[in-house]
């Protein structure tokens, strides 16, 4: 079965950087969507950023310019490299994986839903 197993996150100030990992196997896919979501305390899920299996990346409008997206598909990993922190990005950081068989331009590119397998979350919290 699909695994996502993530690593990295923690504690740092504002204005710091942090990366998160994703390390994901048992899949077949020959075309996937991987993507970050994050939950803060008493608030919704919300899309952070996603990318396709060809490299193309949809990004929420409050971290354009400060996260970047990634993939190194020899190793099945999805990154996330999050620079210029804010407290408001404190949150439990969820990596997710869909393949094509769905609404993938939903999936993909609108970070509004419809992946199939998550991660277990890591917690990401800034300090002023």
């Known amino acids: 079965q699909v695994q996502l197993v993530q690593s990295g996150g923690g504690s740092v100030q504002a204005g710091g950087s942090l990366r998160l990992s994703c390390a994901a196997s048992g899949y077949t896919w020959s075309r996937k969507c991987m993507g970050w979501f994050r939950q803060a305390p008493g608030k919704e899920r919300e899309g952070v950023a996603a990318i396709d299996s060809d490299g193309s990346t949809s990004y929420a409008d409050s971290v354009k310019g400060r996260f970047t997206i990634s993939q190194d598909n020899a190793k099945n990993t999805l990154y996330l490299q999050m620079n210029s922190l804010k407290p408001e990005d404190t949150a439990m950081y969820y990596c997710?994986?869909?393949?094509?068989?769905?609404?993938?331009?939903?999936?993909?590119?609108?970070?509004?839903?419809?992946?199939?397998?998550w991660g277990k979350g890591t917690l990401v919290t800034i300090s002023s």
């Open positions: 997710a994986a869909a393949d094509s068989s769905g609404d993938y331009y939903y999936t993909c590119y609108t970070l509004l839903g419809g992946m199939d397998y």
